[in-house]
């Protein structure tokens, strides 16, 4: 099972952030980094993603929840020599 950074589907929009997934079981938050708004994948359980519209609102995120999942490791992005999903960093969830 291979997946480049460019199979993501984004499923939730909001604004520089989304969740969505690769192939049909790894869900992911996908966030936009640097000063290009690069893409960064990290990966998020079923639940964290049916939840994002809770703490991922622009409005009022929980922070928490952000610094959570954005400690995870980075499993693929837009970055060069990031371009292919790292599936050893794959955990159960």
Same mark, same amino acid.
């Given at each position: 099972?291979?997946?480049?950074?460019?199979?993501?589907?984004?499923?939730?929009?909001?604004?520089?952030?989304?969740?969505? @997934? /690769?192939? &049909?079981?790894?869900?992911?938050?996908?966030?936009?980094? $640097?000063?290009?708004?690069?893409? %960064?994948?990290?990966?998020?359980?079923?639940?964290?993603?049916?939840?994002?519209?809770?703490?991922?609102?622009?409005?009022?995120?929980?922070?928490? @929840? /952000?610094? &959570?999942?954005?400690?995870?490791?980075?499993?693929?992005? $837009?970055?060069?020599?990031?371009? %292919?999903?790292?599936?050893?960093?794959?955990?159960?969830?």
């Amino acid at each position: 099972m291979s997946f480049h950074y460019k199979e993501y589907i984004r499923l939730k929009d909001g604004g520089y952030h989304s969740v969505g @997934k /690769f192939g &049909e079981h790894i869900y992911a938050y996908e966030v936009l980094t $640097g000063f290009t708004d690069t893409p %960064e994948y990290h990966q998020i359980s079923k639940a964290e993603f049916d939840s994002f519209e809770v703490w991922g609102r622009n409005d009022n995120m929980d922070m928490q @929840k /952000f610094y &959570e999942i954005a400690e995870r490791p980075v499993l693929c992005s $837009g970055y060069l020599g990031r371009a %292919e999903l790292d599936t050893a960093l794959l955990r159960d969830v």
